[in-house]
């Protein structure tokens, strides 16, 4: 049974400071790999999504890596903003028997990015 | 336009009620979703349909049952609420092409069971 693991719970920063959010994955057999965020009260928006035969992938000030084999995927805010403020999710893919791509998360990291 | 839409927003309710929720999406995707959003803020899947077809049905209680009247559409009708069924649901939709599509979330429906 897949679990996805999201370290830390919780980060608060200064705005215009780099940061990681850790996920890892118990079960290497995933189909693809996802970063979400939502905000309070809110749906998810879809970041990044890096397919299993994929490293790495990038949107704007976000980068998202994966390392399938140690079960390990990052993501990489650079010079964070307020606006970034928001629980990021991440997400394994499972395709295959009945998993049909289901999404199995992680508990989230809740975001604080302060002026 | 609102690619995936759930009503209602909220829903209020009293213990032992029979309630739906409504999910549409109008994306033309063949996979549509239902996950449950605890107090804890976890996200974990119910249900999936495919081409109104039931392909994932985790351990949910059987008082739990989704409905997919046509491609675009599914929803869940609760019968008698219990406590522990207030939550956040989301219904989310994907398109069967490979390894790079991702999911699209509807807003969500928040349940309070009294």
């Known amino acids: 049974k897949q679990e996805v693991t999201q370290i830390p719970a919780a980060l608060s920063v200064p705005e215009g400071e780099n940061l990681v959010l850790n996920c890892s994955f118990t079960?290497?057999?995933?189909?693809?790999l996802q970063w979400f965020r939502q905000d309070p009260g809110k749906g998810l928006t879809s970041l990044l999504l890096?397919?299993?035969?994929?490293r790495e992938q990038t949107s704007g000030r976000l980068n998202a890596s994966l390392d399938k084999s140690s079960g390990r995927s990052t993501l990489y805010i650079a010079a964070s903003q307020p606006g970034d403020s928001a629980t990021y999710l991440c997400a394994v893919g499972e395709f295959g028997g009945t998993s049909y791509g289901k999404l199995t998360f992680g508990q989230g990291t809740i975001l604080t990015v302060h002026p | 336009d609102t690619a995936v839409s759930q009503t209602p927003k909220y829903l209020v309710t009293q213990m032992g009620n029979d309630k739906s929720i409504k999910c549409e999406q109008n994306l033309g995707h063949d996979t549509m979703y239902w996950y449950k959003q605890d107090s804890k803020k976890f996200l974990k899947i119910m249900f999936s349909?495919?081409?109104?077809?039931?392909?994932i049905n985790e351990t949910v209680p059987n008082r739990f049952s989704p409905k997919s009247p046509d491609k675009a559409h599914l929803n869940l009708h609760i019968n008698s609420l219990e406590l522990g069924d207030s939550a956040v649901y989301f219904c989310a939709s994907r398109r069967d092409r490979g390894r790079q599509e991702t999911q699209y979330f509807g807003p969500g429906t928040r349940l309070l069971v009294l």
């Open positions: 079960d290497s057999a995933i189909y693809n």
């Open positions: 349909y495919n081409n109104k077809e039931l392909i």
């Open positions: 890096i397919q299993s035969s994929q």
